[in-house]
């Protein structure tokens, strides 16, 4: 009797649990817009000039307790304003490259997200506001043309310095850890994200050799390995250059929240 009381209770709460974990948080805060497409695009998370085709121009600044001093970079979040005669119900879709110091708001969205936010004809006046309240969610990053990919940034230097980027990460996780390694090896050597953006360094990378990597994606309640499976940069790694890593990302990690999403937002992609 006492034992089925108790996994009764017990179950009842793991329920509970269950019910406050979710894909998706909806938050309430508010954003603006900046006349600048490139200080958003090539702002601190380092992805430079490449940032502008990673979705359609749609790219957002955000304050610190989101850019999470660059772990957040590369995450892809839905905003929608709350004036319904005005915008949308799906709103639009950014992606964070920028950290948002200034501002007295949460978001400053590319001109081209603010004005998304509006129904047809609603873009003038919307930009007139300058600033609206908005909804904004999480939501997995999708690049269907693209695997993870790995740029070698400018502060690298042959031949064990390296420093890279990761660009288009699919899914909705963070990169908590990174290892690089010559190709066949298990003397992986770790890498550290660096000065607030989303690069990650090493001065020990195995030099003149391939290298492959291997990450640790988290995001709320488990972490998983990722792997390559094969060698991502040439022994000849050039700076500047991009890599395709083989892998993609398409992990969801679970955030605790309430209230989860309501459902009636319209997809977007
Ligand atoms: C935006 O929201 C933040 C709180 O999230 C608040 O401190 C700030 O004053 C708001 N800004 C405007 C312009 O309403
Ligand atoms: C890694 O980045 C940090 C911060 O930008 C810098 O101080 C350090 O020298 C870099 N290390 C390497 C090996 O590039
Ligand atoms: C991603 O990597 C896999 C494995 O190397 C490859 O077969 C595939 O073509 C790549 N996809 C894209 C979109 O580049």
């Excluded at 509006?118 to 969610?137: H, S």
């Excluded at 892998?247 to 989860?260: F, L, Y």
Aim: hydrophobic residues 40%.
């Amino acid at each position: 009797m006492a034992t089925s009381v108790f996994i009764l209770l017990f179950s009842s709460s793991l329920l509970l649990s269950l019910a406050c974990a979710c894909d998706r948080c909806v938050h309430q805060s508010n954003a603006s817009y900046s006349t600048s497409f490139l200080a958003i695009a090539a702002g601190t998370c380092g992805y430079g000039a490449i940032a502008m085709d990673f979705n359609g121009g749609y790219v957002a600044a955000a304050r610190p307790a989101l850019y999470r001093e660059g772990l957040g970079c590369g995450g892809c979040f839905q905003i929608r304003c709350k004036d319904s005669k005005l915008c949308t119900t799906g709103g639009v879709k950014v992606v964070l490259t920028d950290l948002n110091k200034n501002s007295q708001t949460d978001f400053i969205l590319s001109r081209k997200a603010f004005m998304a936010l509006g129904r047809p004809g609603m873009a003038l006046k919307l930009m007139r506001l300058g600033t609206v309240d908005i909804e904004y969610k999480r939501i997995p990053c999708e690049y269907k043309k693209h695997n993870l990919t790995v740029r070698v940034e400018e502060t690298s230097q042959k031949p064990s310095n390296l420093a890279i980027n990761f660009l288009y990460q699919g899914g909705q996780t963070d990169i908590v850890l990174v290892d690089v390694a010559k190709v066949g090896s298990s003397d992986w050597k770790y890498m550290t994200r660096s000065g607030h953006s989303a690069v990650w360094n090493t001065s020990n990378a195995p030099a003149g050799e391939g290298l492959q990597f291997r990450l640790v994606v988290t995001g709320g309640y488990d972490g998983k390995w990722v792997w390559t499976e094969k060698e991502v940069l040439p022994a000849d790694w050039k700076i500047g250059s991009m890599y395709d890593s083989g892998v993609q990302i398409t992990d969801i990690a679970q955030e605790g929240c309430s209230p989860c999403d309501t459902g009636d937002w319209k997809r977007i992609n």
